[in-house]
C-alpha cells in the first residue's frame, strides 16, 4: 500500500510538469494528461521489470520489487524503501510536503531523513503525528515543531539529528525518546542547546557529538543560561584555557544516579584529548543532593593517541566489578589502535562515593567473571600468538594480576607464571607419544627431573597451576 501511494505522489509530481506543456485546450490538456500518465506508468512498470528480468526471471511481482529493492529519483524527491526501513531524501520545501503526504502509510518504521536544503523547516510533530514511527534520524534542515509540547505524548525509542543548520530552542527539551544522538558541525547557526539537554531532557542515553572544524566546541562559556549546569565551574577551567573546546558529550542513568562524560580536545590539525571527566548526580534532584565529579588520570589521557577521537557509542557500564554487591562505573574508552583503555571506578560504601581504581582490569573482553574466587579470569586471543592467561583477582581493595604465558618448544609445553610482573615459576610439560602421556619435567642441578605424568594435560596443569583451575576446565583455545 505504501509503495503505491509513493509511486502515485511521483506521478502526480511528473504529470504537473508533463501536462503543463504542448497543451492548447483545456479538453486537449485533459486527454493529452491522462494519455501521458498511461504512458509514464507504462515506462516505469517496464523500467522495473526490465531490471528484475536478469535476477528474477520474466515472472515478476513489480510491487513486491518496488517495496524491497527500487530506488526511484525524480526531480526533488529521493525514496528508498526495504521492509520497515524507509529512506527519503527532500530538496526543496516542494519535496517535503510531499513527503509529509506519504507518513500515513508508515507501520512502526525506521525513517531516515536527509534534508538537502539547509532552510528547510523540519517540524517533528508533522512527522510523529501518527505514531507510526518507532526509530526517526534526520539530517540537515531546521529542527523545530508547531506545538513543542505536543512532542511529549509522541514517543520515539531512537533519535538522531545530524548536521542540522539550527536546533530551535525549547524543543528537545519536550522529545521523548529513549536514546538520543546529536552531532553538530560547523554548518549549525543557532544556539547550542547543551545545557537544556544536560538538564530538561528526559532519556536513558544521550550522546552529543562536534564535528566541525572550527573552535566552537558544543559549549560558549560566555552564554550565562549555560551556569545551570552544576559541573559548569570543571568546564569553564577548562575551556578558559587557549585553543580547548568540548567535543564530546555523553549522558547516562543507572538506578538513582546519572554520569555524564565531558571530552576536551586541543584545536588544531592534530587533535589530542586534553582532559576528561563524569559528573555523577543523583537522578531525583538533579544533583542537590549528590554531585560529585569522577576525573579521569592524566596518565590515562595522555594514552589516547592524538588525531583519534573515542567510541562515543555505549561507552559507559555498570555492574558489580570487586564483587562486594554495588555496581561500579565502568567508562569504556575504545579508539582504534587502542582497545584496553576501560576506566573503572568503585563505589565505595563506607564513603558513598566513587573512586578510581588504577589496579582493575582494563579490558573485559574474552574473560569470564568467577564470584567465589572474586577474580576475573581472561582468555587469551588465538590468534595473537604465544598463549597468555590472566587472572585478575580482588583483594584487599585492589586488583592482582597473575599470568601465564604458555610457550610450544617441539613436544613440550613451558608454562611461565608471573604475579604482577614479577617472575614467580616455570613448568615444563613434556608429551611421549609412544605412550600418549604428558610428563610434568624440570630441571634440578643441571638434571632433568619427571615428576608425575598423566593422559589429561588438564589434570597436571590443575596440580600444578591450581590458580588458573577454572581455565583448565572451561579451556578455550
Not at 567465589?372 to 583477582?393: L, T
Not at 608425575?452 to 583451575?469: G, I, K, R, V, W
Request: glycine residues 6%; aromatic residues 12%.
Amino acid at each position: 500500500m505504501f509503495i503505491q501511494n509513493v509511486i502515485r505522489h511521483i506521478l502526480q509530481i511528473s504529470m504537473i510538469i508533463i501536462g503543463m506543456t504542448g497543451l492548447s485546450a483545456c479538453g486537449q490538456q485533459v486527454s493529452d494528461s491522462e494519455t501521458n500518465k498511461m504512458q509514464y506508468e507504462t515506462v516505469i512498470a517496464g523500467e522495473i521489470k526490465n531490471n528484475m528480468k536478469e535476477q528474477a526471471g520474466d515472472d515478476v511481482n513489480v510491487t513486491e520489487y518496488a517495496l524491497r529493492n527500487y530506488k526511484r529519483r525524480h526531480s526533488s524527491l529521493e525514496i528508498e524503501i526495504d521492509d520497515s526501513n524507509v529512506r527519503i531524501s527532500v530538496h526543496d520545501e516542494m519535496a517535503y510536503r510531499e513527503f509529509l503526504k506519504m507518513l500515513d502509510e508508515l507501520e512502526n518504521s525506521d525513517l531516515r531523513l536527509n534534508v538537502l536544503g539547509a532552510d528547510i523547516r523540519v517540524c517533528l510533530d508533522d512527522i510523529l503525528a501518527g505514531h507510526n514511527i518507532e526509530y526517526l534520524y534526520i539530517t540537515g534542515g531546521i529542527i523545530t515543531a508547531r506545538n513543542p509540547e505536543a512532542l511529549g505524548s509522541m514517543p520515539l525509542d531512537s533519535m538522531g539529528i545530524y548536521g542540522g543548520s539550527k536546533v530551535e530552542e525549547g524543543i528537545l527539551n519536550h522529545i521523548s525518546s529513549r536514546y538520543m544522538v546529536i552531532s553538530l558541525n560547523d554548518r549549525y547557526t543557532g544556539r547550542f542547546p547543551t545545557a537544556d539537554l544536560l538538564n530538561n531532557m528526559e532519556c536513558d542515553e544521550l550522546i552529543v557529538m562536534w564535528d566541525g572544524e572550527g573552535g566552537t566546541g558544543l559549549l560558549d562559556i560566555s552564554e550565562p543560561e549555560n551556569k545551570i549546569l552544576k559541573e559548569w565551574n570543571q568546564i569553564c577551567s577548562i575551556l578558559s584555557e587557549k585553543d580547548r573546546i568540548l567535543e564530546n558529550i555523553y549522558k547516562e542513568k543507572n538506578g538513582e544516579f546519572s554520569f555524564t562524560s565531558y571530552d576536551f580536545y586541543e584545536q588544531g590539525s592534530d587533535r589530542k584529548l586534553y582532559a576528561e571527566f563524569i559528573s555523577v548526580k543523583d537522578v531525583e534532584s538533579g544533583g542537590t543532593e549528590y554531585f560529585d565529579i569522577l576525573k579521569v588520570p592524566e596518565e590515562r589521557i595522555a594514552e589516547i593517541p592524538g588525531g583519534i577521537s573515542l567510541n562515543d557509542f555505549h561507552r559507559m557500564w555498570f555492574y558489580d566489578i570487586n564483587f562486594d554487591g554495588h555496581d561500579d562505573f565502568v567508562y569504556e574508552r575504545r579508539c582504534d589502535g587502542c582497545d584496553e583503555n576501560n576506566v573503572i571506578f568503585l563505589w565505595i560504601p563506607d564513603k558513598e562515593r566513587f573512586e578510581y581504581c588504577g589496579t582493575a582490569p582494563r579490558n573485559f573482553e574474552n574473560s569470564v567473571s568467577v564470584k567465589e574466587h572474586k577474580a576475573y579470569y581472561v582468555y587469551p586471543d588465538a590468534n595473537a600468538g604465544p598463549s597468555i592467561y590472566s587472572i585478575y583477582e580482588y583483594a584487599d581493595g585492589c586488583f592482582i594480576r597473575h599470568s601465564l604465558e604458555i610457550e610450544h618448544r617441539g613436544d613440550s609445553l613451558v608454562y611461565v607464571y608471573h604475579r604482577e610482573g614479577e617472575w614467580v615459576r616455570e613448568q615444563e610439560f613434556s608429551y611421549q607419544k609412544e605412550d600418549r602421556t604428558w610428563h610434568a619435567v624440570h630441571e634440578e642441578n643441571g638434571m632433568t627431573i619427571e615428576e608425575s605424568m598423566s593422559e589429561d594435560l588438564a589434570e597436571l596443569e590443575c596440580a600444578y597451576f591450581p590458580e588458573f583451575t577454572y581455565i583448565w576446565q572451561n579451556r578455550i583455545r
